[in-house]
């Protein structure tokens, strides 16, 4: 199993067991296999921070896995005799969120949510970084060309997630939440769970929630061929 960094700094300790990595001044990006919901996912990266708020992302499912804060990962199963099963291992306390698309088309508003993208129907075309090295990840989906950015709030209480189209033939949809319950308050805020954590989405983003088989949503949509919205996560 391929991994590798990008463009930054790291310190990372080794003893008998485990083998811990740690982001230095600069993210740290890694590549592995990582189980998530029972299943080994094998297109993950993930991205640990100085500021120690940390995630990971299915990159042929453009869904943004978990969040956690603490030390980054235990990769112990990947790097120690063979690396065998080849698993990179969240450390502190993870906050499991969603493998399913984040972006998806609807016939209607009540149409079901898929749980997951076919893998040919998902194109990856990379990522950039910005100025601090943090990545936005870059596909098209869904007849558009689609990119992701996350990057840690000034003060480190959260994330911020920017997710914008282009060239899209039609309207689309952004899951920003799945949950059992999902409240909203007041400012653009969201409850989600019981209150396992907070969504609050930017002023001129319309959401709405929806009831499911398994609990409520809450989506946006993005009606033109070229749109974006921003939400922040904070736990």
């Not at 300790?13 to 982001?23: E, T």
């Not at 993210?27 to 998530?36: A, E």
């Not at 450390?91 to 040919?120: R, Y």
């Not at 596909?139 to 990057?151: E, L, Q, R």
Request: charged share 20%.
């Amino acid at each position: 199993m391929a991994f590798f960094t990008c463009c930054a700094t790291y310190t990372w300790a080794q003893s008998a067991n485990p083998y811990v990595l740690n982001a230095g001044t600069k993210p740290y990006l890694l590549r592995s296999y990582l189980m998530f919901d029972g299943k080994k996912r094998t297109h993950v990266i993930s991205v640990g921070t100085s500021e120690k708020l940390n995630y990971s992302y299915d990159l042929k499912q453009g869904a943004l896995l978990q969040v956690w804060r603490g030390q980054f990962l235990d990769v112990t199963e990947m790097w120690k005799d063979r690396g065998e099963p080849q698993l990179a291992k969240p450390l502190g306390t993870v906050l499991p969120l969603s493998a399913a698309p984040a972006i998806t088309a609807l016939t209607d508003q009540n149409a079901v949510w898929p749980d997951s993208i076919s893998f040919d129907d998902l194109q990856n075309k990379g990522y950039v970084l910005d100025k601090s090295k943090m990545p936005t990840f870059l596909y098209s989906s869904n007849g558009a060309d689609i990119s992701d950015k996350i990057v840690v709030q000034s003060g480190g209480s959260g994330i911020d997630r920017t997710i914008s189209i282009s060239n899209s033939k039609g309207p689309l949809y952004c899951r920003i939440a799945a949950a059992q319950t999902i409240t909203a308050l007041k400012d653009n805020t969201y409850s989600i769970g019981n209150k396992a954590y907070t969504i609050k989405v930017s002023a001129e983003t319309k959401t709405f929630i929806r009831k499911t088989k398994n609990g409520q949503e809450l989506l946006a949509q993005l009606a033109n061929g070229t749109d974006s919205l921003t939400y922040s996560l904070i736990w």
